[in-house]
């Protein structure tokens, strides 16, 4: 009761409206505190070792950070995309948008290491790739928020979930509507969280498609994003170099910034997907949101802050649901013996 009582609790349903009356809300609370008693140190832990591995490289920030959103996308925030193949499981690694893309593994791996070192079998998977993707955001110059805590681990994976609901690049504007619909996100959270693609980088094969199509949908914006498209070309010719990355924003890519929403307004978005926030916005909503992010930092980082939350509370696994995972590679009844 003292715990309950003395908690910041998180009504994760405070956060999520509208389409969450739906199955994709299961009434699962998060807790501020939640490792308070009984694994005191996690935090400063995991930030410490995110702290590490970004300084080895920096891309790392981006790269963990995706983690988080192809785990949510999928069954929810329950550390599936973190499972190898082993007996039943199909690893969620080998679907289309995690193949040769997907990367940080290793670091989970070790902050998971020296938090079973420090309190055994205690802190969650789901809940390492949450407080990782806060840590990995700020550390790039982001904004910080408040991590609600409490996640289970799964006990599968979901490979044809991680092909059906995780947006591929080449979706056009209403597809991606829906996907961020189907997983209880709304269109601004999907703007706001595109803005994640202001740091890391994206192979040649992510957005060939794009730059060699004719733009028939694009013919406003063709002028401003010639060159660019010139110059994308030269990167990434039509085959070979399909694992050549270019960065996601180009004027500040290191920086976690406002500068993706210029970049957009230019029509120096990399991605079709983040291009179609412009071209295809129809009725104007989208683009004035653009608009008011590229004009105001603050406003971007409040808005993306209030959607990771809602992002990271996506079906989440609480209670005596799921388990927590030993390792995050294995559930802990198929954890192979060393
Ligand atoms: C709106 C739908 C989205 C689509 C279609 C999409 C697609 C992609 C693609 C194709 C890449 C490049 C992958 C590669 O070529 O290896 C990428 C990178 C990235 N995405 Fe997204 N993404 C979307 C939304 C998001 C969201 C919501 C987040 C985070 C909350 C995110 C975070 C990132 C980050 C940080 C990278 C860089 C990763 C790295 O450098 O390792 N994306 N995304
Ligand atoms: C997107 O790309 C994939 C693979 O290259 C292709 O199979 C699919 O038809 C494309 N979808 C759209 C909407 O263009």
Known sequence: ?????????????????GAMADSNYNGGLLYFDYY????PLAEEIVRRNVEVAVLKEPRMAASLL????????VMGCDASVLLDSYGDIQSEK??????????????????????????????????ILALIARDAVELRGGPRWEVGLGRKDSLKASFNGANQFIPAPNSSLDTLIASFQAQG?????????????????????SFRQRIYNNMEEEYDYYKRYKIFNGMLRSFCPRSRRDDAVVPLDFITSARFDNKYYINLLQGKGLLGSDNVLITQDHEGHI?????????DQRLFFKSFVKSMIKMGSINVLTGEQGEIRRNCRFVNSATPSK
């Open 66 to 73: 995706r983690l988080h959103f192809h785990d949510c996308f």
């Open 36 to 39: 308070k008693e009984s694994c």
């Open 287 to 295: 683009v004035k949101q653009v608009w008011s992010f590229a004009s």
């Open 185 to 205: 996100l709304d269109i601004w959270d999907l703007v706001a969280l595109s803005g994640s693609h202001t740091i890391g980088k994206s192979r040649c094969t």
């Open 1 to 17: 009761m003292e715990v309950i009582k003395s908690s910041l609790m998180i009504l994760a349903l405070l956060f999520l409206h």
């Open 94 to 127: 080998q679907a289309g948008p995690n193949l040769n893309s997907a990367r940080g593994f290793e670091v989970i791996d070790e902050i998971k290491a020296i938090l079973e070192h420090a309190c055994p079998c205690t802190v969650s998977c789901a809940d």
